[in-house]
């Protein structure tokens, strides 16, 4: 994984919004036209929401790193690694339907790509373990950056990320006795423990969803 080159695409990035403000000035226009089941602070609904996209960008050389760190322990890098490259292939070279994107709004586009292929890999996983490949729950940010960005593109998106996915992990990768070694290392005390430091990201920044009941 070179996630040391997404993490110095992302501070280009980041210095870009810093000094033209490109992104702030995209989220505040689309305040007003929010879901309404996006639920933000009203104190500081522009900062939140800004905040929340600057990290939603960020974890993603985190994210990676994790979920190919967990994949080597449970014996099955080979077969998840080239999925987690191509989460990295679309922020290095993102897909043309992103090109007339720029700064962190572009990297928008392509951390939701990212997030939305370990999404799918962990759910997975947790069809075939009873638990994610990794513990950092991204569903409802998912949600949140999908309305962010905007149908039909978002939907786009979705259909980018399933395609790159399909036929690249098979189902017999859940069947390895290394896998089933590792499952059972997942009610290990520790690894509860440590699993516990990986919040929802939503949450964590502030910023919720409010689904139907």
Same mark, same amino acid.
């Not at 500081?44 to 979920?67: K, Q, T, W």
């Not at 009873?130 to 039909?152: K, M, R, S, W």
């Given at each position: 994984?070179?996630?040391?080159?997404?993490?110095?695409?992302?501070?280009?990035?980041?210095?870009?919004?810093?000094?033209?403000?490109?992104?702030?000035?995209?989220?505040?226009?689309?305040?007003? %036209? =929010?879901?309404?089941?996006?639920? =933000?602070?009203?104190?500081?609904?522009?900062?939140?929401?800004?905040?929340?996209?600057?990290? !939603?960008?960020?974890? *993603?050389?985190?994210?990676?790193?994790?979920?190919?760190? *967990?994949? %080597?322990?449970?014996?099955?890098?080979?077969?998840?690694?080239?999925?987690?490259?191509?989460?990295?292939?679309?922020?290095?070279?993102?897909?043309?339907?992103?090109?007339? $994107?720029?700064?962190?709004?572009?990297?928008?586009?392509?951390? !939701?790509?990212?997030?939305?292929?370990?999404?799918?890999?962990?759910? %997975? !996983?947790?069809? $075939?373990?009873?638990?994610?490949?990794?513990?950092?729950?991204?569903?409802?940010?998912?949600?949140?950056?999908?309305?962010?960005?905007?149908?039909?593109?978002?939907?786009?998106?979705?259909?980018?990320? $399933?395609?790159?996915?399909?036929?690249?992990?098979?189902?017999?990768?859940?069947?390895?006795?290394?896998?089933?070694? !590792?499952?059972?290392?997942?009610?290990?005390?520790?690894? *509860?423990?440590?699993?516990?430091?990986?919040?929802?990201?939503?949450?964590?920044?502030?910023?919720?969803?409010?689904?139907?009941?």
């Amino acid at each position: 994984m070179n996630t040391v080159a997404l993490r110095e695409l992302i501070q280009r990035a980041q210095a870009h919004e810093a000094s033209t403000g490109h992104l702030d000035r995209l989220l505040r226009v689309q305040l007003d %036209r =929010l879901h309404p089941t996006i639920r =933000l602070p009203e104190d500081d609904a522009a900062g939140v929401l800004a905040r929340f996209v600057a990290a !939603y960008i960020e974890e *993603v050389p985190d994210v990676l790193d994790a979920a190919n760190s *967990v994949a %080597r322990d449970a014996g099955i890098e080979a077969q998840i690694k080239p999925v987690l490259k191509v989460a990295e292939h679309f922020f290095l070279s993102p897909p043309s339907l992103v090109d007339s $994107h720029e700064g962190l709004d572009a990297l928008l586009d392509e951390a !939701y790509l990212a997030h939305r292929l370990v999404e799918e890999v962990n759910d %997975r !996983y947790i069809a $075939h373990l009873g638990q994610p490949l990794i513990p950092f729950d991204t569903t409802v940010a998912n949600l949140i950056a999908h309305q962010l960005i905007g149908e039909p593109f978002a939907n786009q998106l979705d259909e980018a990320a $399933h395609h790159a996915l399909e036929g690249m992990l098979d189902e017999r990768v859940f069947e390895q006795q290394s896998v089933q070694d !590792y499952r059972a290392k997942l009610s290990d005390p520790q690894v *509860v423990s440590a699993w516990r430091n990986w919040p929802c990201l939503s949450r964590k920044l502030g910023v919720e969803l409010a689904l139907p009941a």
